[in-house]
């Protein structure tokens, strides 16, 4: 990958900080401690890859960058959100998080859950506020739930954490992924497209780019938390096996699960085929994510 | 209070519970344990106040009672979200709620925490869902998010939680009944107004009712804390004091308390003056539910 994406990645990650940052500020009385921790987890330097998503679908679609500031904070604002519940003891107990403590090691567990819940709430209210028409907002807000709620990520979570109790097969890995890693990233680009008023064609399609590229990350994600250090991941590693987490290197190994990422990024990629060049940068990031080392 | 205002009260409950039971039965695939860790605290029995107010504030601003279902569920599960968070170990530590266990009691804390979150992305699902027009739809979410998220009701669980290391003053005691328990009373008054097409003026005057009404329902609360049993309650009594919680009777005695609840009873019902007999159900209501023995 070149250094040129990087830094572009790196420039758009700086800019959305931004107004990221602007937009956690409260307007009314909220009680310091909880906004203190919900900006622990939201801005804490990250890739901001789903802003990034929801930033190049609304520019395909036709939209300004711009338009798409709230989007992409709604977006990174469930993902905290689910950082920051996965983070908590009951949960994946973890205490690092992005090389820094988790929210609820630096706020103790009361606050870190009301921090995700707020977060959570939030992010309904962005697009409630920020978006020009009632029926795009509507759209909006229906894409989020779905892909944050019961059906959705949380659904993923939620089998996630019961499928340790159970030996790992391909089938309940396909399902978590889709739902608790791959589900906000399919709406990241569609929600972006939605936000650039792209027709449904481009909405479908760069949703169903999303869906692949989410699934390659996550084996990638799981691929790295096998064979990286605690180092270079800011967080705990190796944590997956020991818990006999429900993943593609625990169902069917390291060498195939590789060959599936990359598969999967293809498959990804060839979604945008009729995009020409305006989709490059969608292609770059589906293979600079995946081509991490492991 | 007359029981044919109970009996009518109880007679809503179980119209209203038909309706949420076909709603939370989600469509798509979802683990059954998550389902089932949902509709514990939300099917659990119950008064369904809040419900209630959305269904009549809808009726006096001239909508039908079956406009309100999806507003009251919506409300409902904002609700039932709060209080599987509020009984986790990390906050109040409630093993009993509504004579039944806590959701992490029966369900573990993990599928608790996930349980609560679902609900709170599903209010706004519902929301986008079951609203006819768009605009409408905005406008509920936004009133939603607003009396839920960090400057409403978790705003207020997170002071509530801190203020138990300090010492209850009056001041600390209203800022947290006003946003942890009035703002989403005053959201289901405001909110079914605004369904049933009601005016601004309307909705304002229903959502100030619901604001002295809510604070009320609160004290009365913290009453019954200190002078009711577990076995009227259905949840353990009495831990206000020992967690020194900030409660008007910490700040100014039962007396005192009891005069105010008073007093915001009837600022409430003033609010509704003009509204002659067709407000006879909130009154009534309002009368009731701090009319209780304490």
């Given at each position: 990958m070149t250094s040129d994406f990087t830094d572009s990645l790196r420039a758009f990650a700086e800019e959305f900080d931004l107004q990221f940052n602007k937009l956690l500020t409260p307007k009314g009385e909220v009680p310091q401690t909880l906004v203190d921790a919900m900006r622990h987890?939201?801005?804490?330097?990250?890739?901001r890859l789903r802003p990034y998503l929801v930033a190049r679908s609304c520019e395909l679609a036709?939209?300004?960058?711009?338009?798409a500031w709230a989007v992409g904070a709604a977006i990174e604002s469930i993902h905290a959100f689910s950082l920051i519940h996965d983070d908590l003891p009951a949960m994946d107990?973890?205490?690092?998080r992005r090389g820094r403590l988790t929210c609820h090691k630096a706020f103790g567990e009361a606050v870190a859950i009301l921090a995700g819940d707020a977060l959570s709430v939030y992010a309904f209210e962005l697009l409630a506020a920020h978006t020009p028409s009632p029926k795009m907002a509507v759209d909006l807000i229906r894409e989020l739930a779905q892909a944050t709620g019961w059906s959705g990520m949380i659904g993923g979570q939620t089998a996630d954490i019961l499928g340790e109790r159970e030996s790992p097969t391909l089938s309940k890995a396909s399902y978590i992924h889709e739902r608790k890693t791959a589900a906000l990233i399919r709406a990241a680009c569609r929600m972006g497209a939605l936000r650039g008023g792209g027709d449904s064609n481009l909405v479908d399609r760069v949703g169903a780019f999303g869906s692949h590229f989410g699934k390659a990350f996550q084996i990638t994600d799981d691929l790295l938390d096998l064979t990286s250090s605690t180092e270079v991941m800011g967080k705990r590693v190796g944590k997956d096996s020991t818990a006999s987490k429900q993943t593609f290197p625990q169902c069917v190994g390291l060498e195939e699960s590789r060959a599936i990422v990359l598969a999967e990024v293809e498959r990804a990629v060839e979604q945008l085929?009729?995009?020409?060049?305006?989709?490059d940068d969608l292609r770059s990031l589906a293979r600079y994510v995946t081509d991490r080392n492991y």
């Open positions: 987890t939201t801005l804490a330097p990250g890739k036709g939209g300004r960058r711009e338009d107990d973890d205490d690092l085929a009729i995009l020409g060049s305006d989709a």
